[in-house]
């Protein structure tokens, strides 16, 4: 212990340092450059004077370490009798001696801080541990040459209150990559840790939530997204006390460093700790890593390993040259991608509202084609559809159009595109019934053009245009080439109050427009659903067994249900996404507009994201979330409550129901959120009905915030080392599902990873990780999410809607974000041992 404090010296090491350095070059042999005083920053202003190191010259080898692997453990000023200490240096000791013989090393414990101006000593050790407790343990000297040892490729890793030593070291801050908030992990708690990097060996065998008791501690700063998380401490199942750092906590995590490995974890605070068979899993996975003897990557969830740059330029005036109303995209094998406007014109285009004019809400869907190779953008081709009618309330806008786009599996021979879209032709401007189709195109592979004329139409059913909205759009493929198709419930919002839209009164000519008992809740109508069909080469198509329904069902009298029905009760699935190596589907959907829950009415807005591994009820309009019910409406009187809905046991008893009366049972839903939050839930009664009580309300998904919402699903990220080029994503993200929302601010844009045994049943994502800094919000990155898939190539591709609604402007693009973090470190020819 020295006698007198002194400030320690500034960003030793860091990136961005704004001092001169001299970069110490490390090779066998080499001497190391003379380290002066002169190269040392100034400290804050109320630093206190601070001595010039002296002249160092040091060699180590380059790496230091070598095939016989050892690892220092330094405790600082602490004595080796300190019990946790002690158990520190036992655990890591055990770990060492057991394993495969190929991963084994020895260790020596020191509490002496000179063994870093030892060359020759500090040179044999692949890796230095911390299990100090804290304080000023190094001094100048001392400190310069661990930082000559991560220069020269060292190893560290840092254990629990290691995070406190060396505290007026920027360079040290950096090397631990967080700093603990006082008074934080004063007590041990049981809490659960979200074991995110399903890849780093830290995390070798650990399951995906690993309830333990440790002394948890807040952090200054969060470092999420500056240093790579390998696993976080859920907040909720433990009391963080003051400087809490919310849904997003991490606890362990590692970074390439100063030409070096550093790996820090914040648990290890007590004693029983170090005799957990899993923290010893995690301890050694992490000196797998510092000491070389396996490799990992450490730079995938570094938010600065990203660039997204957009590929599209604004409009020329009067020419939708580059993009029309964005609303879905899809990429192909070569890597061109094609996307689609929906309908919306530009502000210089008129826009027809009037029903007695025959070119009411005609609009061009335009496809687009961006072809990597040549960074050029071609305009295939437009279809004349219903969907251009501007903003306004219910009864004036419109969101038909062209609505989605899906290649056929074999496309790159066959060009066959596949389009989802309301034609204008088949409009009815006395009764507002349109026609909704899927139709089979070819595009000519040289030119990128589609050949209108080549149209084979696959699907069509009957939709009403009197009132707006909801139409879904989705399409994907599963691996065995049956196409699912989203469709909306077709049903205003605006005759329910924002909570279940159930109200069976309001009509045209017959036809209601507010009930969606009659399109989602209805097992005889398409609308409101995710069906699901095989399409033959001749342009029909063929139902796969394990749909919902078969079409021939008996019940009450048959000729009540569509074999195309793969999952109804959804409200707006305008994407939809199947992870072709498990065939499971994903979709979101937008929920109503009630911005509170009601205990009259039920539930609050809920935007929505399921995981569906089978055919089902997913509860539109009767149960939403954790299937938590809605109220019926009476009759004549549709403002007058009714009872609560069976979520189990659902009834469609609509006067507008042509469908079974009693449906499947409800499948609770993965995700979802309202304007409180997410994943709100309640405490229920003897009969399952929640008390939609705001002020008791719980949320169980703290890490998602609502608002202005409108989900939009992603995709499950799977990654292909056979394709994998400059840009690709690492493989850190393969399985995880992307899920986000068309706004930026508190709304999601996060990977999250679901359990594979509860997934599909209801089962809440174990981890959730923000995405927002990697794809960019604001007013010039990303803002408005329209939808978002990966290139064959693991590049991810994303549209952004633009700044206004129905319509494209200057901002609205194709954008592209690619990785550039490099590959996983050591790099094989420096690993310690071959084989």
Same mark, same amino acid.
């Given at each position: ?355 007695? *004019? ?188 394990? *749909? ?94 009714? +009872? ?14 042509? +469908? ?176």
């Amino acid at each position: 212990m020295r006698s007198a404090p002194r400030q320690k010296p500034g960003a030793l090491g860091q990136l961005g340092r704004s001092r001169r350095r001299s970069r110490r070059i490390w090779a066998a042999g080499l001497a190391v450059a003379a380290l002066t005083g002169g190269l040392l920053a100034a400290g804050p202003a109320t630093a206190r004077p601070y001595p010039e190191p002296p002249v160092t010259t040091m060699s180590l080898p380059s790496p230091p370490g070598g095939s016989n692997v050892r690892v220092l453990v330094f405790h600082g000023s602490a004595s080796p009798e300190t019990p946790l200490v002690n158990a520190g240096i036992e655990a890591i000791e055990k770990i060492g001696q057991s394993g495969p013989e190929n991963q084994r090393f020895t260790i020596r414990a020191t509490d002496d801080a000179s063994v870093f101006t030892d060359e020759r000593q500090l040179g044999r050790f692949n890796a230095v541990v911390f299990l100090t407790g804290g304080g000023d343990v190094l001094d100048p000297e001392q400190e310069l040459g661990l930082e000559a040892y991560m220069e020269a490729g060292g190893g560290f890793l840092g254990v629990h209150d290691a995070a406190r030593a060396e505290p007026y070291s920027d360079w040290f801050t950096g090397l631990v990559g967080a700093r603990p908030a006082k008074g934080s992990g004063a007590t041990a708690q049981r809490a659960t840790v979200e074991v995110g990097d399903r890849q780093h060996p830290a995390n070798s065998g650990l399951p995906l939530e690993w309830k333990r008791p440790d002394k948890w501690l807040n952090w200054e700063k969060n470092p999420s997204g500056d240093v790579h998380t390998v696993a976080r401490v859920r907040e909720s199942t433990y009391k963080p006390g003051e400087g809490a750092n919310g849904a997003d906590h991490p606890v362990s995590w590692c970074r390439d460093y100063d030409g070096g490995r550093s790996f820090y974890t914040g648990m290890g605070g007590t004693v029983d700790t170090y005799a957990e068979s899993d923290f010893r899993t995690h301890l050694r996975g992490a000196l797998l890593w510092t000491t070389r003897l396996a490799r990992a990557d450490c730079k995938a969830a570094i938010n600065a390993n990203y660039r997204a740059e957009r590929l599209t330029q604004p409009n020329q005036p009067g020419q939708n040259d580059q993009i029309g109303e964005p609303h879905g995209l899809v990429t192909a094998e070569d890597g061109r991608v094609l996307y689609i406007g929906r309908g919306g014109a530009d502000a210089a285009q008129p826009v027809v509202t009037d029903w007695n *004019n025959p070119d009411i809400g005609k609009g061009k869907g335009e496809i687009h084609v961006y072809d990597p190779r040549t960074k050029k953008v071609t305009l295939a081709g437009a279809l004349s559809v219903f969907g251009n009618k501007g903003g306004g309330d219910e009864l004036i806008k419109v969101e038909e159009g062209l609505l989605g786009i899906e290649l056929d599996p074999g496309f790159q021979t066959n060009g066959w595109v596949y389009l989802h879209y309301t034609p204008h032709a088949q409009i009815n401007r006395d009764t507002r019934m349109a026609e909704r189709r899927v139709s089979r195109f070819t595009l000519d592979l040289a030119t990128n053009k589609l050949d209108l004329n080549s149209e084979k139409v696959l699907l069509k059913w009957p939709v009403q245009i009197h009132s707006c909205c909801h139409a879904g759009g989705g399409m994907a493929w599963d691996s065995k080439n049956n196409l699912y198709i989203a469709t909306g419930d077709n049903n205003s919002s605006r005759f329910s109050d924002g909570y279940s839209g159930n109200n069976p009164e309001p009509n045209y000519k017959g036809v209601s427009f507010a009930d969606a008992r009659r399109t989602a809740g209805n097992t005889n109508n398409l609308n409101g659903k995710i069906l699901r069909v095989h399409p033959e080469p001749d342009g029909t198509y063929t139902l796969p067994a394990g *749909n919902l329904f078969t079409g021939d069902e008996q019940d009450e009298g048959g000729g009540k249900t569509r074999g195309e029905i793969y999952v109804m009760g959804v409200r707006n699935p305008a994407r939809i996404s199947v992870d072709r190596k498990t065939d499971i589907l994903y979709a979101g959907w937008v929920g109503p507009d009630a911005g509170a829950p009601s205990t009259t009415w039920g539930p609050a807005k809920y935007d929505t994201f399921a995981a569906i591994t089978g055919p089902g009820n997913h509860g539109w309009p009767y149960c939403m979330g954790n299937n938590q019910p809605y109220r019926d409406r009476n009759l004549p009187d549709p403002t007058k409550p009714l +009872g609560w809905y069976d979520c189990d046991q659902p009834k469609n008893e609509s006067p507008n129901n042509d +469908g079974l009366v009693k449906l499947p049972p409800v499948t609770a839903n993965t995700i979802w959120y309202s304007p409180q939050g997410g994943g709100p839930d309640f405490p229920r009664n003897a009969d399952g009905v929640p008390s939609y009580k705001t002020e008791e309300q719980i949320f169980r998904l703290p890490w998602l915030k609502g608002g202005g919402q409108a989900a939009m699903n992603g995709p499950v990220y799977r990654y292909d080392a056979d394709t994998a080029r400059e840009g690709t994503w690492p493989s850190y993200w393969d399985g995880k599902w992307f899920v986000g929302d068309f706004y930026d601010t508190d709304q999601p844009r996060h990977a999250v990873l679901t359990d594979p045994r509860t997934v599909g049943k209801g089962g809440l994502p174990v981890h959730a990780e923000s995405l927002k800094k990697i794809v960019p919000i604001g007013n010039d990155g990303i803002k408005n999410l329209m939808d978002w898939k990966f290139g064959p190539d693991g590049v991810l591709y994303v549209l952004d809607y633009g700044r206004g609604f129905f319509t494209s402007d200057a901002k609205s693009a194709l954008w592209r974000v690619t990785y550039q973090g490099g590959a996983a470190t050591p790099s094989a020819d420096q690993l310690a041992r071959k084989g």
